[in-house]
């Protein structure tokens, strides 16, 4: 495979997106019914949509969807009632099964414990200043302050893509090596297919992105090992970790870290699009947070409930179960309708309005309980430092009347296909 051209990045973005794009629905109008008429579906709501699953979709195994805040935090919370193992038949196959989010039990905690240390709050703070405030600022925002105006989501796909393969350990010095490295993670998520003639190409493409991934990262745990891995970087420190004695081979590394690639930048894109976009669709409140950055980080935790990426999870049910008097049998699927929770009106007062003031309660957009996102934190800091870079550096920036409004859609992987803004 060639190196990337800036196109080829921005086109496998695009193509994800559509993949997930489900029917074009008022989403957030449909989940309020349910909510009320049907909490516990029998059904597969998302599929109804033509979103694609993550798991390894057997039309035998019967699947339920949920809808209301308790029931998606009662499962969310179980995992030993409520597992995840057979995400390795689906996307996890792509991986060799070694994904911490197809991990159960004892497995999944052991892993989880010997690479939490890594995604610690003191962990990336230390990072914070130059490999992630510095490379935003100088790299990114200052080339385009002269310009006047931009497509924000240009800035939102490469930054974060930038930053956490710096932070993982790749050289920086090698932009069209990691635009390449982006494409192929981004062409895995393509991988899962509702439409049967377009599963077995995603499939193959996905299958050589993931060998093509897998050889680049395996030289840099190479190399990263042969100097001892005594660098502050996440391969290094994967290669220092241990828990109850174990450590991590080669292997194990490449293979985590080329999990972790998909979601890396993906994620942290869209909740930057999205939170940029509800922030200048209401300029009293731009103008607030830019006068008060204490509230940075409530805008960035009430964007991702009121308009989470990742809009559902689903778990597989180890025992026979009922939730709200529906029998659940014994290896059904169960889909929590994360967008719905996080707007329950039984839970939020006023669920369906963006208010960075709201009484913190936890929502769903990283996960809850034993799986939620172990990079979480990273991404936080990310979209802080590129929110208080943009608001230091883009004066009066708004939205460019000149072009078409952003739109947060998608019925998963939701947010912004583009965010024209101007400043001054």
């Known amino acids: 495979m060639s190196n990337a051209p800036k ?3 921005e086109k496998v973005f695009a193509d994800v997106a559509s993949n997930y794009q489900g029917s074009d629905i008022d989403l957030h109008a449909v989940y309020a019914k349910m909510r009320k008429t049907n909490p516990v579906m029998e059904g597969n709501f998302m599929e109804q949509l033509g979103v694609p699953s993550i798991a390894g979709v057997d039309p035998n195994r019967p699947c339920f969807t949920l809808f209301k805040y308790d029931d998606v935090m ?3 919370r179980d995992a030993s009632q409520f597992t995840s193992g057979f995400i390795a038949e689906g996307l996890g196959a792509f991986f060799d099964g070694l994904i ?10 052991n892993m989880r414990n010997l690479l939490q240390p890594v995604f610690m709050p003191d962990t990336v703070n230390r990072w914070k200043a130059d490999r992630i405030d510095g490379v935003i600022r100088e790299e990114f925002i200052k080339p385009l302050v002269p310009q006047k105006s931009a497509d924000l989501m240009d800035f939102a796909l490469y930054f974060p893509i930038r930053v956490i393969y710096s932070l993982i350990g790749f050289p920086s010095d090698q932009p069209e090596k990691i635009k390449q490295y982006a494409a192929w993670a981004l062409a895995i998520l393509a991988g899962p297919q509702v439409d049967p003639a377009k599963a077995q190409a995603a499939k193959k493409a996905a299958m050589e992105a ?18 001892g891995g005594t660098g502050d970087d996440l391969i290094s420190r994967l290669i220092q970790a241990e828990y109850e004695g174990r450590s991590l081979d080669d292997h194990e590394i490449t293979t985590f870290v080329r999990s972790l690639l998909p979601a890396a930048g993906e994620t942290t894109t869209r909740t930057f699009g999205t939170l940029m976009t509800l922030l200048l669709e209401n300029p009293e409140l731009l103008e607030r947070v830019r006068n008060d950055r204490s509230l940075v980080n409530k805008a960035i935790d009430e964007s991702i409930r009121y308009e989470p990426v990742a809009t559902f999870k689903v778990r597989q049910a180890a025992e026979d179960t009922e939730i709200r008097g529906v029998k659940i049998p014994k290896g059904a699927m169960v889909s929590c309708i994360v967008s719905s929770a996080n707007r329950d009106e039984d839970v939020y007062e006023n669920a369906d309005v963006f208010d960075i003031d709201r009484r913190p309660r936890p929502s769903f957009g990283f996960g809850f309980g034993p799986h939620m996102c172990i990079g979480q934190f990273v991404a936080k ?9 943009v608001l230091d550096m883009m004066p009066n920036i708004r939205l460019d009347p000149s072009k078409p409004a952003p739109e947060i859609t998608g019925a998963q992987l939701r947010g912004p296909h583009q965010l024209h803004v101007i400043w001054d």
């Not at 800091?381 to 870079?389: F, G, H, V």
């Open 210 to 227: 993931v060998g093509a991934l897998y050889d680049a990262i395996k030289l840099v745990v190479a190399e990263r090992r042969a100097e």
């Open 7 to 9: 196109s080829e990045l």
């Open 100 to 109: 911490l989010t197809a991990m159960d039990g004892d497995q999944h905690r």
């Open 381 to 389: 800091t990310e979209i802080n430092c590129a929110l208080n870079t």
């Open 74 to 76: 009662h499962v969310m």
